[in-house]
Nanobody
């Protein structure tokens, strides 16, 4: 099993920045990719960013150039640096872990609210 705990959300003005953290515990050696998703109430969950165990990153087009995903293996933590935030970035942000030979594990989410 993999346990994921997100933190770092909050209220920020448009144009500002936040850094989200996702701390992983449990069978962390089985994780081959970490993802960030976001979801507003009543909307479908949207994939935002991914980092693989090899360090490869990818982003949804709407956040390219503004968000950066990274990891600190010593802390078993994945980060999402969010810059130039827009009102449309407002959502609950979730991290997810893809474990080798298993399904996907989800964190509890952290709220990000961007005010205009």
């Amino acid at each position: 099993q993999v346990l994921l705990v997100e933190s770092g959300g909050g209220l920020v003005q448009a144009g500002g920045s936040l850094r989200l953290s996702c701390a992983a515990s449990g069978s962390i050696v089985s994780i081959n990719a970490m993802d960030w998703y976001r979801q507003d109430p009543g909307k479908q969950r949207e994939w935002v960013a991914r980092i693989t165990s090899a360090g490869t990153t990818g982003y949804v087009d709407s956040v390219k150039g503004r968000f950066a995903i990274s990891r600190d293996n010593a802390k078993n933590t994945v980060y999402l640096e969010m810059n130039s935030l827009k009102a449309e970035d407002t959502a609950v942000y979730y991290c997810a872990a893809k474990a080798a030979g298993r399904g996907q594990y989800w964190g509890q989410g952290t709220q990000v609210t961007v005010s205009s």
